[in-house]
Structure formats: structure tokens, C-alpha cells
């Protein structure tokens, strides 16, 4: 996992408390909104996001930047790329 | 024999028009709004459609809005969904003194089971609560306020925005209980300026066993029924599609009817609060005089009790209700009463009229004629009516 | 939620008012907590001549004072004081389970009125 701090984002999306698979059906609608090179944020309390993320990324063509580990969740960063 | 039924915080019938939008969703439109065939996608709109209609009413936006079983079930989800999601900051909830008890019992559950502290705000003899002191009482491990909008035992309505600013400025989340001001009042969550609020179908014409919470976007809640992803798996569970559509069409007709609706049942009630206080002495009219909800009159009685009272009027063919809980068959008198000064043997005598859309002139008439002389019976019976002693 | 009988008695109490020249007082409950009753009585030969009372507190309250009045007119001391919470309860034909102490204090508050009387006429 790559770790990233002080990223600035565009949109935020808190899905803290949200279960499995709302932290990829969200994340999917909102980036549909965003312009390309834009930053979206993502944080969440699962686990499992930090291996579904990625790989959501990888399969949407998405960058994903990293992640940083906060004291109630993590957040995740995800570059729009086309 | 003539009815009255003015107990409309209890329950009201619903709208002709709410019921004929919702009957198609018993039978032919039946198709779960998850499933991926035709009669379910099309469901799923018809449910988005309502959460927009639901959102408008009260200022908000469409993906703020989640649809729950009741307004008690939104107050639920607002306090234990909010406070479970926030335990990291703190573990201290401040609600007032006369909040539903869906709420009340919502605190008390963390205070019992969690060792988080809730403090009681106190209210006036309006029932009105002091903004400067929950100024005071707001620290740095409060979590969350909940304070109602409309008290359904007094009438009286909290300055709810004030309040609201006092949290916001503090960082602390606020919600309100708006059950009974949602459909009765104009009700805006910019202008209330709160995180959440409660609302519930009956008051709007939409049948009982729906309600809707109402939060900002990106407040976090904890889901109180785990599930899939219904509600955008804030509620799990199959939708309660013709609910929601009652729901949806009551709004619409509400956003539309509201001022006439307000105005009509507040000539009718300000003729039956000036008829009653005329007819009838040693009566208090209890709540705010003016900052009240416009259908609701609510006193108590001297030297008679409420649910003897009830089963008079019922004799009279008079549906109302009364906050001695006698009735209530938990309490003997109303913690609401208690809580805004009123004396316990006075407070025994309470009984409240709620009144809506379909009530008329002739009915609060028949009404003035009736009570004055059911009160003189039951006094005539009670060893505390003056006449007696 | 009530019997017809209960409704009767509560609608239509019988025996409700004050003796002014009553041989005996009892006085029963306080209306902080909910129910209040007193029950005035004239007693001739060892017999209830004549019985009112006045109530204040709920329907069962009311129903149950009425009853009871019904029920010790007539008696002799000695039987009056034998009427019971479920003798009232089972001559209203059933009081909900929550009414049950209207019940209590209704034949309470006889006893209290006998006992009056005899306190006085022991002297």
C-alpha cells in the first residue's frame, strides 16, 4: 500500500459506517460527476476498502494516489483519469 | 349522534389522493426496487422520485432524505446512528426535558448501557428552552443535541434555529424531532439551520408506518438495521414502496396546501381556545400563547382527571386526548407538564385538541357546547372542586 | 377497555354528594398521585341508613366509588367492612389490571369512614 499525505482534494465522499459494497457503488457515482485530473477523496471504516479501492481503480483505468490512516478511518485517493 | 375527532396528533386518515397513488404498488407495480429487470428499475425510480418530493418540502436535497418506519424510528436512527458513529469525540448527549420518548429512551439507552452521560435540558413554563443555557452545557465531548421542534402535549415550538447555530458554532451535531411540525408548519432545514431532522407521514395525509430522517450531507450515521444496499445501505430492508409513495404524493399536496391548511386550522383552533377559556373557569391553557402549532390547544382542568374527561367527551361522540398519562397507562401524570411547572393535582385535569383540515366551525361549536357541561358533572363528583368543600 | 357496568357507574354514579350531618368520614388518597375519595356515612341500628362520596381520579375511580356505595347502603357494619377490592372489582364485572388499587381505595375508604364512627361513638 502506498501511503500519501496532504493530499487536496475535489470532492470528499465520508462513507464512515456505510457497509460492503457501498464504499464502491458511491465512489462510482461521484467520480461520474467529476472532470478528469480531478481528486476524489474517500474515507472509510472498512477494511476491506484497501484492497477493493485499488483494484477498482485498476479495472476503472482510475489512478489510485495512496491512502492515509486517520484515528477513526482511512482515506483514500483516487485521481479521475479519464 | 355528531363526531369530533380532533386528535389528529394521534392519528389522522389519509388523503383520498395519497391512497389512490399508492394502491398500484400494492398489486400491479409490486417488483422489489433492487431487482434488474424492468418492474424493479422502474420501482427504484418511483422511490427517488418521492425522496425528491420529500426533500422539497423541507429544503433539502433528495440524497439527504432516508425513508424509515416512523418518525420514532428516524429519532432512533438520528441519536443512536449519530452518537454510535461519532464515539471517538466524545460521550455526552444533551436532550431536552420534553422530548418524545422515542428520543428520551434513545439517551437514556447510551447513559445505561455505554457509560456516556446525558444531560436534561430544562425547559420554561412555555416549555421553551433557554439557548444561553445550552450554550452552557455544550463541552467538548458533546456528540449530540437533540431538541424537538413542536411538542405534541403543549404546542409549544422551540427556536429551533438559534439553537441549532449554538451546536454548528461548536462543532457539535444537531437534530430535531419535527414530527409534529412537519406537515403542520412551513418547516425549512437551511433556515432551521440543523444536521437532522425527523419527520413522520400522518400529520401530512400519508398513512402511519412511514417516516423519513432527514440529514446533512456527509453526517455520519451508524445504520440501525444493517442490510444491503436500500438507502444507500443507511436502511437495510425491502422499501416500503407504497409507504414511501403516500409519503411522496402527501408531501406534494402538502408543499402546495400548506398556508390554507395552517390558516384554517388556526381560526378554528384560536375560536375553540377563546370559547373554552369564556366557558369554563379555573382552566389553564398550557404551552406557548403564541409560539405554538397553529392546530393545537392543549389546558388542564381543575379538580377533574383526564381520562375521565376522555371517556365523557367519547360518550359525546368528542375524540381528544390528554397528557395525564392515566390513559397512557405508564404514568400517572405527564412528564411534559411536569417539566414546563404545572402542579400535580392540576396537571391530572389535562386534555388536548389537535385539529387538521377536515375539522369545521359547526364541530369546535358543538364542542363548546359539550365540554362546559361534562366538566360540571365530573366537578360535581370531586372532592377538590371548591362547590364541594 | 371497560365493562358496561364500569361505564354505567361511571356515567351514572349513584350515591354522589356530602352528608352534612355524616356519623363517619374516610378519606383516601391525595390528588398528586391521581385518586381521591371521600365517603360520608349515616349509621342507624349498627346499619349503613345512608352513604355518599365524592371522587376525584379517573373512570374506575369514579365507577368503583359508585359501587361501593351501592354496595354497603343497607348492610351492617360487620358486612360492610367485609366488602373487599375484588368483591367491588367482581361486582363491576373486571377492572383492568392497572385500575385494579381504584378498587382498593374505594373499599379503603369505607373502612376509614366505619372506623371514624366508631372512634367517635366509642368514647
Known amino acids: 500500500m502506498k501511503f500519501v499525505e496532504k493530499q487536496a482534494p475535489d470532492e470528499t465522499l465520508d462513507l464512515v459506517c456505510r457497509m460492503c459494497p457501498m464504499h464502491l457503488l458511491e465512489p462510482g457515482d461521484k467520480i461520474k460527476c467529476m472532470k478528469k485530473g480531478q481528486i476524489l477523496e474517500v474515507l472509510t471504516d472498512y477494511d476491506g476498502a484497501l484492497d477493493d479501492i485499488p483494484a477498482w481503480c485498476e479495472k476503472c483505468g482510475h489512478e489510485f494516489i495512496g491512502m492515509e490512516e486517520e484515528d477513526d478511518c482511512y482515506k483514500l485517493y483516487i485521481r479521475k483519469a479519464k | ?389 | 377497555m371497560y365493562s358496561e357496568k364500569v361505564m354505567d357507574h361511571f356515567m351514572n354514579p349513584r350515591n354522589v354528594g356530602t352528608l352534612e350531618d355524616a356519623d363517619g368520614i374516610g378519606e383516601v388518597g391525595n390528588p398528586v398521585c391521581g385518586d381521591m375519595m371521600t365517603f360520608y356515612i349515616k349509621v342507624r341500628d349498627d346499619k349503613i341508613d345512608d352513604i355518599k362520596f365524592n371522587t376525584f381520579g379517573c373512570a374506575a375511580a369514579i365507577a368503583v366509588s359508585s359501587m361501593v356505595s351501592e354496595m354497603a347502603k343497607g348492610k351492617t357494619l360487620k358486612d360492610a367492612r367485609a366488602i373487599t377490592k375484588d368483591s367491588v372489582a367482581a361486582a363491576l364485572e373486571g377492572l383492568p389490571k392497572q385500575k385494579m388499587h381504584c378498587s382498593n381505595l374505594g373499599a379503603e375508604a369505607l373502612t376509614k369512614a366505619i372506623e371514624n364512627y366508631e372512634k367517635k361513638n366509642s368514647a
Open chain 2, 1 to 389: 349522534m355528531q363526531i369530533v375527532y380532533m386528535d389528529h396528533a394521534a392519528s389522522t386518515p389519509v388523503r383520498r389522493e395519497v391512497l389512490e397513488e399508492m394502491l398500484p404498488f400494492f398489486q400491479e407495480r409490486f417488483g422489489n426496487p433492487s431487482a434488474i429487470y424492468d418492474i424493479g428499475i422502474d420501482i427504484k425510480g418511483v422511490i427517488e422520485d418521492q425522496r425528491e418530493k420529500v426533500a422539497n418540502l423541507i429544503g433539502a436535497e433528495a440524497k439527504e432524505i432516508v425513508f424509515t418506519s416512523s418518525g420514532a424510528e428516524a429519532n432512533n436512527l438520528a441519536v443512536k446512528g449519530a452518537v454510535l458513529a461519532n464515539r471517538k469525540k466524545g460521550n455526552h448527549i444533551i436532550v431536552s426535558t420534553i422530548e418524545h420518548h422515542s428520543v428520551l429512551n434513545a439517551a437514556r439507552f447510551f447513559e445505561r448501557m455505554m457509560d456516556y452521560e446525558v444531560t436534561f435540558l430544562p425547559v420554561n413554563n412555555y416549555g421553551l428552552v433557554d439557548p444561553q443555557r445550552l450554550a452552557e452545557l455544550v463541552r467538548e465531548e458533546t456528540v449530540l443535541v437533540s431538541i424537538m421542534h413542536g411538542n405534541n402535549e403543549i404546542g409549544t415550538i422551540e427556536p429551533i434555529s438559534g439553537l441549532a447555530a449554538i451546536c454548528r458554532d461548536k462543532g457539535v451535531l444537531f437534530h430535531t424531532d419535527a414530527v409534529a411540525t412537519v406537515g403542520n408548519i412551513p418547516v425549512n432545514v437551511k433556515d432551521l439551520n440543523v444536521d437532522m431532522l425527523s419527520l413522520t407521514g400522518p400529520p401530512l395525509g400519508a398513512p402511519k408506518g412511514i417516516g423519513a430522517l432527514y440529514f446533512r450531507s456527509n453526517t455520519r450515521l451508524m445504520p440501525l438495521i444493517h442490510g444491503g444496499i436500500q438507502e444507500m445501505g443507511r436502511r437495510g430492508g425491502t422499501e416500503n414502496v407504497p409507504g414511501i409513495v403516500g409519503l411522496g404524493k402527501a408531501a406534494e399536496l402538502t408543499l402546495n396546501e400548506l398556508p390554507e391548511k395552517t390558516k384554517h386550522v388556526k381560526n378554528l383552533k384560536d375560536r375553540l381556545v377563546s370559547g373554552i377559556m369564556d366557558r369554563i373557569e379555573e382552566i389553564t391553557y398550557t404551552g406557548h400563547p403564541e409560539n405554538r402549532l397553529p392546530g393545537h390547544a392543549s389546558f388542564c382542568i381543575a379538580a377533574i382527571e383526564g381520562e375521565a374527561l376522555l371517556l365523557m367527551l367519547n360518550q359525546a361522540g368528542i375524540y381528544a386526548n390528554t397528557g395525564s398519562a392515566c390513559a397512557s397507562k405508564a404514568l400517572k401524570i405527564s412528564p411534559v407538564l411536569v417539566a414546563i411547572g404545572v402542579p400535580a393535582e392540576i396537571a391530572q385535569g389535562s386534555i388536548v385538541f389537535t385539529l387538521d383540515r377536515d375539522n369545521t366551525a359547526p364541530e369546535v361549536d358543538y364542542i363548546l357546547e359539550k365540554l362546559p357541561a361534562v366538566v360540571e358533572r365530573l366537578r360535581s363528583f370531586s372532592p377538590l372542586w371548591k362547590k364541594n368543600i
